[in-house]
């Protein structure tokens, strides 16, 4: 009867994640390849268009920014890793150890843009060096119309468009090289959505930036922070609890501490202690069933990235609130409890 059960619940998910990647090819990446834009602006002619891209790796996003073009550009021009970030979820970005930084504040010695002059991604002396050589180059940036568009290579055109009543319309247009069908299938699942959450939050905080309104509030911020720190620590309660397992805590604590070793963020830090030690501390518990705890955490992660105006409270404050939610829920409790969780032991 359990084996009949387990071979059912298997089925069930197979079915489950197959009309997810059903939906987000047909509903969810046709939205996020062309979020904010019309089809006059998808029509568009632009510096850097790379012809025959658009069928495998092509993408454009659009934002309306209420406030002059004037305004909006020097936020704009002063991107890069060593200047004022790329306005995006720098937490992510630092798990790599990038030592990205995001500024609310226009700085002159960082409105100089050069035509063939580079953005970097990355510091130069990436992880301090140890790779041995300067991380040389980025984007290069290979046109240039300063106050209105700039072509970054391998990225594509950034466009400034006024409009009326001192409002301006800010597009990106993002294309690649023809890719295998290995390399199709990471970037449908890794890739594009991914290039999409950074670039969008990129787009709607110089949105807000240039239009002067205030970010998430502290108090919210810092509820988010405590959510983090708790997922972490029943994440690490789990792994503790499970005998010859406990060594694979090191693997968060360690990536935890290099990321605030090279970037000095805490915030990256808890972010990468916490996802890791919740990544474990599951494939820990559900053991065979890691493929569907996986695919569950997948699904999962790209929703709140993709419906969240700012994905970083709405992790935090989720991970708090479902932690209440146990405690108070007497089924879910013993459960938990039955898993190892703080109160069982």
């Known amino acids: 009867m359990k084996r009949m059960l387990k ?12 009309l997810a990647v059903f939906f987000t090819d047909r509903v969810v990446q046709p939205w996020y390849r062309t979020w904010g ?7 568009l002619s632009l510096p850097g268009d790379r012809a025959g891209d658009r069928p495998y790796n ?23 890793q060593d200047r004022a970030g790329f306005y995006s979820y720098s937490w992510l970005e630092n798990l790599i150890f990038a030592d990205i930084h995001n500024t609310s504040q226009i700085k002159r010695e960082w409105q100089e843009v050069r035509l063939g002059g580079f953005i970097h991604p990355l510091p130069q002396n990436y992880l301090g060096g140890i790779l041995g050589r300067k991380v040389e180059g980025g984007w290069r940036l290979t046109h240039l119309e300063v106050g209105r568009m700039m072509v970054l290579e391998g990225w594509g055109p950034f466009v400034l468009s006024p409009l009326e009543s001192d409002k301006t319309r800010f597009f990106i247009r993002s294309s690649g090289d023809r890719m295998s069908l290995p390399q199709r299938i990471t970037s449908f699942l890794f890739l594009n959505p991914g290039h999409f959450i950074m670039e969008r939050r990129m787009m709607v905080e110089i949105k807000r930036l240039a239009e002067g309104r205030a970010g998430t509030p502290p108090w919210w911020q810092w509820l988010a922070h405590i959510g983090f720190a708790l997922s972490a620590l029943i994440g690490a309660w789990v792994i503790i609890r499970r005998r010859g397992k406990r060594l694979w805590l090191l693997l968060p604590l360690a990536h935890a501490g290099v990321v605030l070793i090279f970037t000095r963020d805490w915030q990256s830090a808890l972010v990468a202690c916490s996802a890791l030690s919740l990544l474990i501390a ?37 991970f708090l609130v479902a932690f209440a939610f146990m405690l108070v829920f007497p089924p879910l409790r013993r459960r938990w409890n039955a898993y190892g969780g703080p109160a069982g032991g």
């Open 7 to 18: 071979f059912l619940l298997a089925v069930g998910f197979i079915i489950l994640f197959s």
């Open 37 to 43: 834009v019309n089809r006059a602006e998808i029509a």
């Open 58 to 80: 092509w993408a454009m996003r659009g934002v309306t920014i209420y406030a002059p073009i004037e305004k909006v550009w020097p936020w704009l021009a002063q991107i890069g």
């Open 282 to 318: 599951g494939l820990l518990l559900f053991r065979r069933w890691w493929w569907a705890y996986i695919g569950c955490m997948w699904i999962f992660t790209y929703a709140v990235f993709f419906i969240a105006p700012d994905a970083y409270p709405a992790f935090g404050v989720f």
